[in-house]
């Protein structure tokens, strides 16, 4: 098998997309976790799939799978690359908004320019069942166990579900810890996306994200809505927000609750490859 592929990036969250839009494609987790490693495989953080509509209502559907070889529900830095790889690929216009179909459900898109991207990310969901995550209904805060250590976290769904924790250091050393306790943690059934963010100003955060199926990564474009809503409904923060991750920034904006939060941000294209089927030696 030969197939192949595009590297993008969205602010250093890094990409394999693959074009399945005239065949269906056997992506089974062992073949995506060869292909995601760094030293022996293309290196990326999550591999996209594009692929025909699923309903009457979408252009195109894409899919998500982490570098481990899981699922995931919704990627917001993958969707800005996948809109970026449609309009190369002469589907999407520059201006225009489309609703393209992701495995949470459908997203529209609207191409700044050929390199930038806004993303209608949808409504926050905030309701403990719906990411799940075991925990009373109707708080702002939640306090955890994690790994010894107690943390508050605001817990909030933006197609996946994240736990996002305010801190004063980003650097802090006890993080490399607290990240990957925090994405296992048992109350929540299905694993966490763990944010630590640091707030600069109302209009100005800091954040760093460790992802299920991923761990640290340059960006995360879910992880930068959840943090900004999460702070949003503790009043924290302004309806627009600059986030800042250490791939690049975002520009979150949610006028609260009741109304869809958009992101903005790059899609970067960075070179076009081919994998071959190493089971055959080629």
Known sequence: MTLRFSKMHGSGNDFAVIDSRDRA?????ALIRAMADRHTGIGFDQLLSVEPARDGTSAFYYGIWNSD???SGQCGNGVRCVAAWLHRAGELELGAAAQ???PSGPVTVRLVDAHCVTVDMGEPVFEPARLPFDAPQGRD???LDVDGQPLEIGAVSMGNPHAVVAVGDLQAPALERLGPAL???ARFA???????VHRLSARHVRLRVHERGAGWTQACGT???AAMAVLRQQGEVEACVQVDLPGGSL??????????????GPAAFVFEGEWLDQSRGD
């Open 251 to 264: 520009q979150i904006d949610w006028a609260g609750p009741g109304e869809r939060l958009w992101m903005t």
């Open 183 to 185: 994405t296992r943690h």
């Open 69 to 71: 070889g899981s699922p």
């Open 100 to 102: 393209v179909q992701s």
């Open 141 to 143: 805060r939640y306090m």
């Open 25 to 29: 494609l056997a992506l089974d987790p």
């Open 223 to 225: 992880g930068a809505c």
């Open 190 to 196: 299905e694993g966490v996306n763990a944010g630590f």
